[in-house]
């Protein structure tokens, strides 16, 4: 049994349907990405669990138990949102603080609560500064270090590091996923971000326009998407149509060499995109441009150029 089972969630705004009937089981301990376009009701969805917003019908439920109907104080779970929420007028410190007082009224313990979420957070040497005196990643820390003091049965992340710099979001995603790991605390977090989803999650809810697309997880998603949507979602894509069928394969799937055989097809290469790590090569074959990932040092060693003639295989491709 899941532990935390969504059936059939309906939500309308303005007489328009955001949440067509939204089933998902969850189990305890996983970390779920709700990845979608922006629009597509991931916020919408998250704030009906945490009971920020009222379903039209379906229901919630938590260790088998009904919640749907239970204000957000009485389901105990924590939200971090993309703004980070904290009290400027109050030291880190006290923002932690502030929401346990009523959890732990022992003002020792709520001492070792707070010194426990700082050290798990890396935030304890700068626990009496103000929020307007740290970074937007250390206030980020803050926040999640707020939401699990309050040991939630589910962490609920919108959006968490959508406002940060590059470097910063790439290292917060790892602490996240480490703490997350660490407490067991089945967490969901919402993402437009591909990537983010991939590198996190457990399993991965595709949304779009008010439907679960596609739950799996990343390696599921990524290999065999469900439909053309969700392989064109998440990472690059070629798509090949030939008799109303839709033939799709990886960029980095593609074999290609330089002398074909009877099971090769002939391409040449139009375009050369230079991508850091790797190169995406864009090569005609049969009148259509297909994209090729390979490798940099690969591809330099290869010295080839615009024009030049390259051998691809298709094989590793999925029918759609
Ligand atoms: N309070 C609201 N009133 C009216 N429409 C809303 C409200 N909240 C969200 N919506 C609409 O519902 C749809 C889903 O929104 P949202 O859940 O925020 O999407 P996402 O988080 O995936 O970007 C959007 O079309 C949005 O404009
Ligand atoms: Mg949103």
Redesign the pocket.
């Known amino acids: 049994m899941a532990y935390l089972s969504i059936q059939n969630i309906r939500k309308k705004?303005?007489k328009?349907e955001?949440l067509k009937g939204i089933n998902l089981d969850i189990n305890k301990g996983e970390f779920v990405c709700?990845l979608?376009?922006?629009?597509?009701?991931?916020?919408?969805?998250?704030?009906i669990i945490a009971g920020l917003?009222e379903n039209d019908s379906g229901v919630i439920l938590i260790n088998e138990k009904n919640i749907t109907h239970l204000q957000p104080s009485e389901r105990n779970l924590s939200m971090v949102f993309q703004s980070y929420a904290l009290f400027p007028n109050m030291t880190i410190y006290e923002n932690i603080e502030y929401g346990l007082k009523k959890k732990i009224k022992d003002k020792k313990l709520r001492n070792k609560k707070i010194e426990e979420v700082l050290l798990l957070v890396n935030l304890e040497h700068i626990s009496d500064k103000y929020p307007d005196e740290i970074s937007g990643g250390q206030q980020q820390r803050v926040s999640l270090a707020r939401a699990i003091a309050l040991e939630p049965n589910i962490l609920l992340l919108?959006?968490p590091l959508s406002a940060l710099d590059a470097k910063v979001r790439e290292n917060l995603r790892k602490e996240i996923k480490e703490i997350q790991k660490k407490l067991k605390i089945t967490t969901i977090m919402?993402t437009?971000d591909q990537e983010e989803a991939l590198t996190m999650a457990d399993r991965i809810a595709v949304?779009n326009g008010?439907e679960v697309i596609q739950f799996g997880t990343p390696k599921e998603i990524y290999d065999s998407p469900k439909d053309i949507f969700v392989a064109d979602f998440i990472g690059k894509i070629n798509f090949i149509t030939s008799n109303e069928e839709v033939f799709a394969i990886r960029p980095e799937k593609i074999e290609f060499s330089l002398e074909g055989d009877k099971n090769s097809l002939k391409g040449k290469i139009k375009t050369i995109e230079f991508r850091g790590a790797f190169y995406r090569i864009g090569v005609e074959v049969l009148e259509e441009i297909l994209y090729i990932d390979i490798i940099s040092q690969k591809w330099e060693r290869l010295t080839l150029k615009l024009k030049d003639t390259l051998y691809i295989k298709l094989n590793n491709g999925m029918k759609l």
């Open positions: 705004f303005n328009i955001v709700f979608g376009p922006s629009g597509c009701g991931k916020t919408t969805l998250l704030r917003e919108d959006e919402v437009h949304i008010g």
